[in-house]
């Protein structure tokens, strides 16, 4: 059973950052596309950044320039982190792993609030 657990989330300040980290068991880590989502209260789930296999990068327009998402394939582990963050960042944030087919981790809230 393929397994992504998400950390990282919490409760943090307007202009603050976090590091969420997602770590992937049961795969072959290095061939899949790893992606963040995120699911507001009351919206759809969004698509926030996408790392492939080989390393390129793509971001929603919404955090660009503010998230980086990253991955180390020696611990099976892609990041997303977070700087100059929003109360609209707001979300249950979610790991998602793609080759073939979909794996979703379970999410880690992520709060911006003064």
């Known amino acids: 059973q393929v397994q992504l657990v998400e950390s990282g989330g919490g409760l943090v300040h307007p202009g603050g950052s976090l590091r969420l980290s997602c770590a992937a068991s049961?795969?072959?880590?290095?061939?899949?596309?790893m992606s963040w989502y995120r699911q507001a209260p009351g919206k759809q789930r969004e698509l926030v950044a996408t790392?492939?296999?080989?390393?390129?990068?793509t971001y929603a327009g919404s955090v660009k320039g503010r998230f980086t998402i990253s991955r180390d394939n020696a611990k099976n582990t892609v990041y997303l982190q977070m700087n100059s963050l929003k109360p609209e960042d707001t979300a249950v944030y979610y790991c998602?792993?793609?080759?073939?087919?979909?794996?979703w981790g379970q999410g880690t809230q992520v709060t911006v609030s003064s």
């Open positions: 998602n792993a793609h080759y073939g087919r979909p794996y």
């Open positions: 049961r795969i072959i880590f290095s061939i899949y596309n």
């Open positions: 790392i492939t296999s080989g390393g390129s990068t």
